[in-house]
């Protein structure tokens, strides 16, 4: 058996840290009929019949991504779902940081557990340390191809640029 990098390693506590978050904050209250998840759903404007279905599509989704060969999935699905929490907490004009913004913090320990954790995924989805440089580049490209280059005087050289981007 191949002795899994520290990449991967970190990418599993991630993972795991999402896993626990959510088991024990939102997916147990609901699955064991605990007042609080009929209230908190109530006061979103939700019915708290919904509380038992979206605790099982919540576990379901868990599953499908705490497994290798469905995470994919799994994080996506779990994604619609924290988009949809989401969009319910800036109908209900909640807090935004600690709020309306929170799934997208769980979805950042969601997707980095992933990339972390599959090679697949870092190679679709590659980090490059040059990225704001070839971002800017890219504007100024635009800029120049419409005719409005002068809005953008300020003179990028290829110092960090990385392979590949040297050179306008």
Known sequence: ML???PTVWTGRVLTGLFALFILGASIAPKL????????TLISLGWKADYVLMIGI???TFLALYLFPRTSLLGAILMTGLLGGAMATQVRVENPRFSHELFAIYLGL???GGLWLRDPALRALFPWR???ALEVRR????LLVFLGRDQALPLHMSDEGAGPGVKGL
Do not use: I, Y
């Open 3 to 5: 002795k899994a990098s």
């Open 32 to 39: 064991a009929g605990m007042p609080v998840a009929a209230q």
């Open 57 to 59: 599509m919540e576990l």
């Open 109 to 111: 320990f969601l997707w």
């Open 129 to 131: 340390r040059s990225w």
């Open 138 to 141: 890219g504007l100024r490209r």
